[in-house]
Each structure stands twice: as structure tokens, then as C-alpha cells.
T-cell receptor, first 114, second 114 residues
Framework: NAGVTQTPKFQVLKTGQSMTLQCAQD?????MSWYRQDPGMGLRLIHY???????DQGEVPNGYNVSRSTTEDFPLRLLSAAPSQTSVYFC?????????????FGPGTRLTVL | AQKITQTQPGMFVQEKEAVTLDCTYD???????LFWYKQPSSGEMIFLIY??????QNATEGRYSLNFQKARKSANLVISASQLGDSAMYFC???????????FGTGTRLQVFP
């Protein structure tokens, strides 16, 4: 199993450009989420999904769109990049429900917006 | 609203000594889970240990144990016999079982010295 994969690993954008961060998992997890990590602020939830066709907003959703057409994939779209979106982005997945269903994280995408 | 607080931005510990990393949480949900993750300088997020709100015993995983004090809403991570490889950022996180969302604290940077 590859676990959670993210592409690209690094990306530089100019203000106003759009792009999609890819995330895929092969563990048949229903729950997937996107976080951003900024210095001193820990990981903050952007969007999450509890299954194909179902998405919801997290703590910091503005400027980002998501969709979940399959169980495996959960892409994150930046519609018009801004310097404030410079961050490290992590995708994660887990089985739903109670118990030690820990989230498995991808390796992260380091995004710089100039 | 749920909240995780880690009040120690940085901690130092000598090799082979034990260290406690503090975590307090706030939630109105009676059913929740508490997680600790390690993030080494390479950037990946590594799951360490889980404690459920109804678990009677403190969780242990090898050199990691969780000092769970429910009435005080604290879930401190204890690392015994510290090793140089334990130097990393450590994040406490909480999941309310009715949402599957994981909320993170701001992290503690642990440095282990010889």
C-alpha cells in the first residue's frame, strides 16, 4: 500500500494563478481532510469529506475548493492564489467513527505564492 | 467549540531522561479521542498514541504513555528514556466522535541533548 500520496511536493505560484493539489489514498478510508501548517499555528483544517460526494468546511476554508468524486481522491483547488496561502499543505485520511482510527498523513506539499 | 492548548513552545531534555509534554483540551462532547503526533524535521506526521474519553486506563505505546486526567481535561504525553531521535515537533490533537474532525494544538518542539 502506498498510503496517502500528494503531488506535487513543491510548487511556486504567482499571485492570481490557480492550481490543484492532488491527494490520493489506497486504504479505502471514507474520511479525508486537508490541513495547512504555518509556523507557530499548528495544523488547521481547511476542508474535509466523510465520503464520496460529501464535503464540508473546516476552520480556514476561504480561497479553497474541494470535491470528492471517488473514495480514493480528494483534490484541493486554489482558485486565485494569494501570498497568504503560502504554507505547507497536508492531506490525511482515516476510517470513520470512534476508537483509535488515527489519521494517516501524506508527505505534504510546500506551496509558495509570490 | 473544541480547543487544544499546548503551552510549551519548546522543551529540552537530556538523553535517557523522561520528559512530559503538556496538552489541555476543551470540549462539550462526552465522547472524544485524543491523539499525539510527532513531526521530525523531515516534515512527515507520525501517529504516536491514542486515548479514548471512556478508556479507564492510560494509553501506552512502547516508550510513550499518555497521562490522561479527564476531570482536569489534560492529556500529557510522557516520553521515557529519551533518545536523540526523539527531537521533533509534537502535536496534541482531539477528535469529537460525532464529527471525525481532528483539531490540533500549536505544538511543542522537543530537543534531546547528549
Amino acid at each position: 500500500n502506498a498510503g496517502v500520496t500528494q503531488t506535487p511536493k513543491f510548487q511556486v505560484l504567482k499571485t492570481g494563478q490557480s492550481m490543484t493539489l492532488q491527494c490520493a489514498q489506497d486504504m479505502n478510508h471514507e474520511y479525508m481532510s486537508w490541513y495547512r501548517q504555518d509556523p507557530g499555528m499548528g495544523l488547521r483544517l481547511i476542508h474535509y469529506s466523510v465520503g464520496a460526494g460529501i464535503t464540508d468546511q473546516g476552520e480556514v476554508p476561504n480561497g479553497y475548493n474541494v470535491s470528492r468524486s471517488t473514495t480514493e481522491d480528494f483534490p484541493l483547488r486554489l482558485l486565485s492564489a494569494a501570498p497568504s496561502q503560502t504554507s505547507v499543505y497536508f492531506c490525511a485520511s482515516s476510517a470513520p467513527g470512534e476508537g483509535p482510527n488515527e489519521q494517516f498523513f501524506g508527505p505534504g506539499t510546500r506551496l509558495t505564492v509570490l | 467549540a473544541q480547543k487544544i492548548t499546548q503551552t510549551q513552545p519548546g522543551m529540552f531534555v537530556q538523553e535517557k531522561e523522561a520528559v512530559t509534554l503538556d496538552c489541555t483540551y476543551d470540549t462539550s462532547d462526552p465522547s472524544y479521542g485524543l491523539f499525539w503526533y510527532k513531526q521530525p524535521s523531515s516534515g512527515e506526521m507520525i501517529f504516536l498514541i491514542y486515548q479514548g474519553s471512556y478508556d479507564q486506563q492510560n494509553a501506552t505505546e512502547g516508550r510513550y504513555s499518555l497521562n490522561f486526567q479527564k476531570a482536569r481535561k489534560s492529556a500529557n504525553l510522557v516520553i521515557s528514556a529519551s533518545q536523540l531521535g526523539d527531537s521533533a515537533m509534537y502535536f496534541c490533537a482531539m477528535r469529537e466522535d460525532n464529527t471525525d474532525k481532528l483539531i490540533f494544538g500549536t505544538g511543542t518542539r522537543l530537543q534531546v541533548f547528549p
